[in-house]
C-alpha cells in the first residue's frame, strides 16, 4: 500500500512539474516563434510531393538559369532544374541528417556518460580518456578525413557526425549522474534490493531528462550546420540528390553571386532560420525545465 501511495505522490508530481514546465515556456515568445517556424519546416519537407508538381531531377532545357516566375516560383538552376522543388525535398535529407546523427549522439552519449558517472573509477577513466582523444582533434579535418575514405552519403554523414559529437553530451550525462548518485533517494533504492541497471534506468536518467533533452535540441542545429559545411565542400550529401548545404556550392560563383540570388540566398536562409528556430526553441526548454525559474 505504502510503495502505491508512493508511487502516486511521484505521478502528481511529475504532472505538476510538467504542467509548470509547459507554462513557462508559453511565456517564452521566442521559444514559441522557433517552435512555430521549426513545424512549419518540417511540414514542408514531409509534405513536399504536394507542394511541387516537380522532381528534384526534371530538367527544363527551355528554362535554365531563369530567375523566379510563376512556372517556377524560385526559378531554375544551371541545368534548368525547380529551385523550389530542391529547396523543400533538400530540407528533407537536412532535417534527417540533423534528426537522426543525433538521435544517435544522444545514445552514444548518455549510455557512456551514465557508466563513467555511476560507476567511476577504471570505467569512467578509461570512458573519458576516450573522449578527451576525440575532442582533441579538430572537428572538421577529421570528419573530412573520414569522408574521403569512406565517401560521401547521406547515411555516411549521418555516422560521422555522430561518431564525432557525442562527447559533449556525455560529460554532461556524467557531471549529472556525478551529482545524483550520492542523493539519498539513490540510497534508498539500493537498499531496496534494485540492482545498478534498475538505479540507472528508473531514478537517475528520469532525473537527467532535462539537460539532455536541451542538448540534444541544440545538437540538432550544430549537426544541420555540420551537414551544410561539409556538403558545400562535397564531403556530405552527393548531387543530384538536393540538400541545403550542397545546393550553397552554387554560390561559389562570382556570377552567381551578383546576378542569380535565387539559387544561394533561399537554402542559405532556410538553415539560418532552422539554427535560429532550434536554438530559441533549446533556450525555451532551458528556462522551462529549469526547477529554479519563477512561472
Known amino acids: 500500500m505504502s510503495s502505491n501511495i508512493c508511487t502516486n505522490d511521484q505521478e502528481n508530481r511529475s504532472l505538476s512539474m510538467g504542467k509548470m514546465a509547459f507554462i513557462k515556456f508559453k511565456k517564452n515568445k521566442l521559444a514559441i516563434v522557433g517552435a512555430v517556424v521549426l513545424t512549419l519546416l518540417v511540414l514542408f519537407a ?25 512556372e517556377h516560383i524560385l526559378g531554375t538552376d544551371e541545368i534548368g532544374r525547380d529551385v523550389f522543388t530542391r529547396l523543400i525535398y533538400g530540407g528533407r535529407v537536412s532535417l534527417g541528417v540533423g534528426i537522426f546523427a543525433t538521435l544517435i549522439q544522444v545514445f552514444i552519449g548518455t549510455v557512456l556518460g551514465a557508466l563513467a558517472g555511476y560507476y567511476g573509477g577504471i ?17 572538421f579535418m577529421i570528419a573530412v578525413t573520414i569522408a574521403a575514405v569512406i565517401g560521401p552519403s547521406v547515411w555516411n554523414l549521418i555516422i560521422i557526425i555522430a561518431m564525432l559529437s557525442w562527447t559533449s553530451i556525455a560529460r554532461i550525462v556524467r557531471a549529472e549522474v556525478l551529482a545524483l ?12 534490493g534494485m540492482n545498478n541497471y534498475e538505479v540507472i534506468l528508473k531514478h537517475i536518467l528520469p532525473n537527467i531528462l532535462s539537460p539532455i533533452l536541451v542538448s540534444a535540441t541544440l ?16 564531403m556530405g550529401v552527393r548531387p543530384p540528390q538536393p540538400s541545403w548545404g550542397n545546393m550553397l556550392t552554387a554560390a561559389q560563383s562570382m556570377n552567381t553571386l551578383k546576378y542569380e540570388w535565387w539559387l544561394w540566398i533561399p537554402p542559405g536562409l532556410m538553415i539560418f532560420l532552422t539554427v ?11 528556462d522551462a525545465l529549469d526547477p529554479k525559474e519563477k512561472v
Open 123 to 139: 570505467v569512467d577513466s578509461v570512458i573519458m580518456r576516450i573522449v578527451d582523444v576525440i575532442m582533441c582533434f579538430p572537428f
Open 46 to 70: 514531409v509534405f513536399a510531393p504536394l507542394l511541387s508538381s516537380y522532381k528534384i531531377d526534371d530538367i527544363d532545357l527551355y528554362n535554365i538559369s531563369v530567375e523566379p516566375s510563376a
Open 276 to 286: 535560429l528556430s532550434i536554438n530559441f526553441l533549446g533556450d525555451g526548454l532551458r
Open 181 to 192: 548518485k550520492e542523493r539519498e533517494f539513490i540510497e534508498a533504492s539500493r537498499a531496496l
Open 219 to 234: 545538437s540538432i542545429a550544430n549537426s544541420i550546420l555540420t551537414e551544410s559545411a561539409l556538403s558545400f565542400l562535397g
